[in-house]
């Protein structure tokens, strides 16, 4: 997370003594109230800097902030707009929360975007490649070859990290851009749709429903994805709090020393974390290409894996929190598409404005483990 | 002897909240006094010095400098009125060379050759001799403890405060900082010397100033009092010494042999043929100054560095290449000196600490899935049996006092009957009545049979402890003795001399 302020040398409470100033000073144990008060304020934060933004942008910011957080809710096109959330919230979440086991051990992977693509790129392939082969198998293999190839890609960056000490940030990263090449490879070459009259692009899996990923109830936008994220979020909520390997993520994020002393090969976990997290974000790229977005296409990833990561933090990195902030930044891209087409607010506007509650949650975040004091004297 | 009073303190106060450091704290220093701050630890010495130092500023109360008012807001104005602080933790950087560290000391320093001459010529002049183009990396503590004194002793201060001074210096090393002591004193220059090692004081200092709670309880002077008497007025109760059952010698539980490995931390010092073994019932004490290898010997005892699996044998099983788990499986506890971060995360409960290292032996997972409600118990157990005061068990382990944590991670590993217990520093920063209990419990756990290594830089606290005796100096170490019968002067020669002082001192 953000950097930590630099102690303070001392407090002194004499009044005999210089100006007054402000301090931040550590807490003894970390504020509970802090720690579940810091994401509502973040986002109250988040609204009155946006409504600023959007003010000066010439618009009305009462509207535009009502248009984002509560149309897509409870206005005049709700009915489709809920089932949308989960939709949005679904992958979000998955990636979210293979991330947030990363972010706890201390293992940053950015790349998430890329095993993303990845893991559609196998499953599609799988289905495609049997097309039109009809067996109930198909479409659970399709999930399986997903989730190996955002796994796969994630392995890459894990193991040049433990044998010759990259960062994974760069390398997983980088790899991002590598894995755009491949799709845009892909949706103009070896999976491009042969009765697609030479538009890019493969066959869409609407067609195809035994690799479909189709809605199981469409007015709340469920589909196997979205099954997929609520079940990961309870299981990886047990696995940190119950069982040995969360506890070990936890202690190696932070004291690694302490980790090793306990027995955990810091090498294991960064192939363990980066694994998951790999293959949850293939699963997401899966889940997606035969659901909604229904085909492999250059302009098939839309940023899941980079909001991914404000997703994790907002959720305080807690998979219980992971969901209901998946729901909530999935509120800020539907609604954000509202104000986008309703009032003619530019995309890169909603953007600034998903960027200000990671900026405000951050900076929040430091009330959790320090103090402001009221201090005399000297700095 | 009369000296003319150089610094005075007065009725100083010093709360921190929930906590008073300092209450009404007063005495007098004369030029040229060596005068001692003695207390255990959390007794205020540090609070008080750090004051006097400008670091930090009383509550209340008052104090002067040769008659004149004196109140210092920060250390650079103390250094100014002569002033001058050697603290116990140095602050050098290890990439830069003696000088370039002196002249980060100072607000404006001279070019670095003329710099070099000095540094040089105060070296010879007092007995501390240096190489100012060293690095810093490849000095001893010793040395290191030199360049601290020397960047002071170029300000040609009035009073000149060490903080235990001597925790990093072999017996015959102290008698060298002694002698240089000593010296400033005839020359003048006051010394404030914070220690809680006794025989120390009674041999250098001409006046103590005794605190208890941030209290002044009494004040003495050294040499007309022994030991013991100070010691009682320091804890303010009488000291029990502990007792050991002698335990008829076992077979062999651990044993190290021709056991290397290179150092994972910057500046490390590798560990180099290393041989011993410890039987049943027998306490191994391994001394040395910090820094020669104590913090590797016990990452390679813990299984956190590995080597070949017949170097390292607990109960004639091999386990060189094992890591700490299967280690711990095969009965060999471990305890690292550094509390916040190695042996203890900070921000963890202390049920989550107690499942850190004893998950294994008390057997605290099912299927992976950790039982928490069995580990709550264990640390509960521990916390009652080392008395461990804490609001309970889900506290931060980092809002407990260092001893307190101390006693609480010495229980976690004295009450997993393991056969072999390994532990560095049992009972640094802890107070003396809990030291004591501490090493009672290691001698307990020896005379139930356990092989114990105890690795210390508190000489008393070993002789106090171990049957047989070894030093660890640059990675190496001695053939263990047994402790019974040897001299001070046997084991500073043990412990090497003094680093690169002898000839000094012969010459001057």
């Known amino acids: 997370m953000g950097g930590q302020p630099p102690k303070p040398p001392g407090i002194f409470v004499d009044r005999k003594w210089g100006p007054v100033v402000l301090r931040l000073e550590k ?96 499953g599609a392939s799988v289905g495609l490649a049997v097309f039109p082969t009809e067996s109930r198998w198909i479409f659970p293999v399709m999930i399986v070859a997903g989730a190996f190839g955002g796994w796969l890609w994630a392995m890459i960056p894990a193991i040049l990290k433990t044998r010759f000490n990259t960062n994974e940030i760069l390398v997983s990263l ?96 960064v192939v363990l974390c980066m694994g998951i997290s790999g293959a949850l974000a293939g699963l997401a790229g899966m889940f997606e290409v035969t659901g909604p977005a229904g085909q492999i296409s250059i302009d098939f990833n839309t940023g899941y894996g980079f909001t991914a990561i404000i997703v994790a933090f907002l959720g305080r990195l807690n998979p219980l929190g992971i969901v209901l902030a998946g729901f909530l930044m999935a509120l800020t891209y539907v609604g954000g598409e509202m104000a986008s087409t309703n009032l003619g607010l530019p995309d890169a506007a909603i953007q600034v404005f998903q960027g200000m509650l990671l900026f405000f949650l951050l900076g929040v975040d430091v009330l959790t483990n320090y103090r402001f004091r009221l201090a005399v004297g000297a700095l | 002897m009369t000296r003319p009073e150089l610094l005075r303190v007065e009725g100083i106060t010093k709360a921190y909240p929930g906590v008073v450091a300092n209450s ?63 603290f116990q933790h140095f602050s050098l950087f290890e990439a830069l060379n003696v000088a370039e560290n002196v002249a980060l000391g100072m607000e404006s320093p001279p070019p670095m050759r003329e710099l070099a001459a000095r540094i040089r010529a105060v070296s010879e002049e007092y007995g501390l001799p240096l190489d100012p183009s060293r690095m810093v990396g490849d000095l001893s503590a010793g040395e290191r403890q030199r360049v601290e004194i020397i960047r002071c002793l170029l300000q040609d201060p009035k009073l000149l405060i060490m903080d235990e001074p001597t925790s990093v210096l072999t017996p015959q090393e102290v008698e060298i ?50 030991a013991r008497e100070m010691a009682e007025l320091m804890v303010g109760a009488s000291l029990k010494t502990p007792e050991r059952r002698v335990a008829a010698k076992g077979e062999v539980a651990l044993g190290v042999s021709d056991l290397s490995v290179d150092s994972p931390i910057a500046f490390g010092t590798s560990l180099k043929g290393i041989s011993f073994t410890v039987a049943k019932g027998e306490v191994l004490g391994i001394a040395g100054v910090a820094g020669n290898g104590q913090d590797e010997l016990l990452l390679a005892l813990s299984g956190e560095l590995k080597a070949a699996a017949d170097k390292v044998r607990v109960a004639g099983r091999p386990v060189g290449d094992l890591g700490p788990v299967e280690r711990r499986r095969a009965g060999l506890v471990a305890a690292p000196e550094d509390r916040y971060g190695h042996a203890a995360a900070p921000d963890m409960s202390l049920v989550e600490n107690a499942f850190l290292t004893a998950g294994v032996r008390k057997e605290l997972t099912r299927n992976g899935f950790v039982d928490w409600a069995g580990t709550r118990a264990f640390a509960e157990e521990i916390i009652a049996a080392y008395d461990v005061r804490t609001p309970g068990p889900d506290v931060a382990a980092r809002a407990l006092s260092g001893g307190n944590l101390q006693k609480f991670l010495m229980g976690r590993e004295l009450m997993q009957g393991a056969g072999v217990i390994v532990i560095n520093q049992p009972t640094w920063g802890v107070d003396a009545a809990a030291a004591a209990s501490i090493r009672q419990s290691i001698l307990d756990r020896a005379g139930e049979g356990a092989a114990v290594v105890v690795i210390s ?31 001070m002067d046997e084991i500073g020669l043990m412990m090497g001399g003094a680093h690169g002082m002898e000839v000094a001192h012969h010459a001057g």
């Open chain 1, 27 to 122: 807490r003894p144990t970390p504020s509970r109230f802090w720690l579940y008060a810091t994401p509502p304020v973040a986002v109250i934060l988040t609204m009155i800097a946006g409504g600023i933004l959007f003010a000066a942008m010439g618009k009305n910011p009462v509207e535009v902030i009502r248009t984002i957080f509560w149309d897509p809710m409870f206005g005049e096109f709700a009915f489709y707009l809920r089932g949308q959330l989960l939709v949005k919230a679904g992958p979000l979440i998955l990636i979210a929360i293979g991330l947030a086991l990363g972010f706890r051990a201390g293992i940053w992977n950015i790349g998430a975007e890329g095993q993303y693509i990845m893991g559609a790129i196998f």
């Open chain 2, 457 to 487: 830089q508190d000489l008393d606290e070993l002789l106090e402890v171990s049957d047989s005796f070894a030093v660890l100096n640059e990675g190496r170490l001695t053939k263990p003795r047994p402790t019974e019968g040897l001299t």
């Open chain 1, 174 to 269: 980088m790899l991002v851009y590598v894995a755009e090449t491949i799709l845009a490879k892909a949706s103009t070459g070896f999976l491009k749709n042969p009765e697609g009259m030479g538009f890019p692009g493969s066959r869409n899996f609407s067609g195809y429903p035994a690799a479909q990923n189709a809605f199981l109830y469409e007015p709340l936008g469920l589909h196997w994805g979205g099954v997929a994220a609520l079940v990961t979020g309870v299981l990886a909520w047990v696995l940190l709090t119950r069982h040995q390997a969360g506890f070990q993520i936890r202690l190696a994020g932070q004291a690694p020393r302490a980790a090793r002393f306990h027995g955990v090969s810091p090498a294991r976990l």
């Open chain 2, 24 to 86: 009404d704290v007063s005495f007098s220093i004369g030029e040229g006094e060596i005068h001692a701050l003695l207390g255990e630890n959390g007794a205020g010495k540090s609070t008080m010095v750090k004051m006097i130092y400008g670091l930090i500023r009383p509550d209340s109360g008052t104090m002067t400098l040769r008659g004149a008012g004196y109140a210092p807001t920060k250390p650079a104005e103390a250094r100014r009125l002569g002033v001058a602080m050697v």
């Open chain 2, 177 to 226: 900082l002694f002698k240089t002591l000593r010296q400033l004193s005839s020359e003048g220059t006051a010394i404030l010397y914070i220690s809680h090692k006794l025989e120390e004081i009674r041999s250098l200092c001409d006046e103590a100033t005794i605190l208890r709670r941030g209290k002044v309880v009494a004040s003495c002077t050294p040499r007309e009092r022994t």
